[in-house]
């Protein structure tokens, strides 16, 4: 019967992709037809919500299963994958990103995202000296910068288009709203079935994490950003990504609050996963930083654009490099 498992974990996945197309819709219509900038909507309410299955998935690994360190995995994991994706979809976008332009704010939100980075791996080095009882000073250092992240976005934008769909912007707040609680059952489902399919193919938890957890977890903001590029809404869909990366390290600071459980209870483990995907996922963070200064230059030459698609191509790359070192291809031993 362990068939079951892997149908349904394909059939929630199935469920997860069917939701993030009808988010990304409803936040291109609030997008359009509000006055709340494409920035906090993209950056904090689609990254939010978009992230749940991320959250769900980290609070089920320590009260249900007992893996916290398939924690790290997932966060670190689902954020490297969701740069990858975004650096494939500007790819495959290619004509439409031409004529676009990213807000100046995201360089900033990208600072702040590189700035969690370092603290996680404070916490996965210095972990031990930086502890009160089982919670980790670095859990609340995240959450101070998360705050201010959400301070300094700017909240309004110019003026709301009418857009050309036919949802009034009521519906599209409920059917958002209805989307978000189903996709929190089908997070908790994958996380059951993500614990089932690592012990059946004798998988350490931070790679089981990184891989079916990260992957499926990620596949919102794949989704949702991909409707939205097709939207030619590139701005929110990089508020999504962005944003869903900065709030999977606030899940870090979730977790640690709850992980009292009796036993193992560091979310901070420190492995080969967790420190490749630790530096892979600050290089591709770097690489879409670089991205965005070059693409926002005011002369859009050819020499600007190949510059621009090497960039997006390098975040894929990273998530690659990821696979090739976790499954033994490439050793690196300083890593670890």
């Known amino acids: 019967m362990d068939w ?6 394909v059939a929630l996945v199935a469920l997860v992709v069917f939701l993030s197309i009808k988010l990304g819709k409803y936040v291109d219509v609030m997008d359009k037809k509000s006055n709340i900038s494409g920035a906090f909507i ?6 939010a919500v978009t992230s749940l299955p991320e959250l769900f998935t980290s609070v089920s690994s320590i009260w249900i ?13 689902s954020d490297l994958i969701n740069c990858a994706f975004f650096g494939v979809m500007l790819l495959v976008f290619f004509k439409g990103l031409k004529d676009a332009r990213f807000q100046k704010y995201y360089y900033v939100a990208l600072i702040v995202l590189l700035g969690m980075y370092g603290l996680v791996a404070v916490a996965l080095y210095l972990g031990d000296y930086l502890k009160i009882a089982w919670y980790s000073g670095v859990s609340l250092a995240i959450f101070v910068l998360y705050a201010l992240y959400v301070y300094k976005m700017p909240k309004a934008a110019d ?11 009521k519906q599209a707040v409920v059917r958002f709203v209805i989307c978000a609680a189903v ?38 903001e794949l989704i949702s950003s991909s409707t939205l590029c097709l939207r030619k809404n590139f701005d929110a869909a990089a508020g999504n990504i962005i944003g869903s990366n900065i709030f999977n390290f606030m899940i870090l600071f979730v977790a640690d609050m709850v992980s009292f459980m009796p036993g193992e209870t560091d979310i901070y483990a420190r492995n080969t ?7 892979l996922g600050a290089a591709a963070a770097l690489a879409m930083l670089s991205m965005m200064l070059v693409k926002n230059k005011k002369k859009q030459s050819v020499g600007t654009m190949l510059g621009v698609q090497t960039l997006n191509l390098t975040m894929p790359i990273m998530y690659v490099l ?12 300083y890593l670890s």
């Open 322 to 333: 990821y696979l090739l070192i976790a499954t033994g291809v490439i050793v690196i031993p």
């Open 65 to 77: 299963v007992n893996e916290n360190s398939m924690i790290i995995g997932n966060i670190l994991g």
């Open 42 to 47: 993209g950056g904090v309410l689609l990254a």
């Open 273 to 279: 996963d967790s420190v490749t995907l630790l530096v």
């Open 4 to 9: 079951l498992i892997y149908v349904g974990y």
């Open 183 to 220: 996709l929190i059952g089908a997070s908790i489902g994958m996380t059951y079935l993500t614990d089932m399919i690592a012990e059946k193919l004798r998988l350490g938890a931070s790679f089981a994490g990184a891989l079916f957890l990260g992957v499926a977890t990620s596949l919102p």
């Open 159 to 169: 003026g709301g288009e009418s857009g050309e769909d036919k949802l009034t912007l």
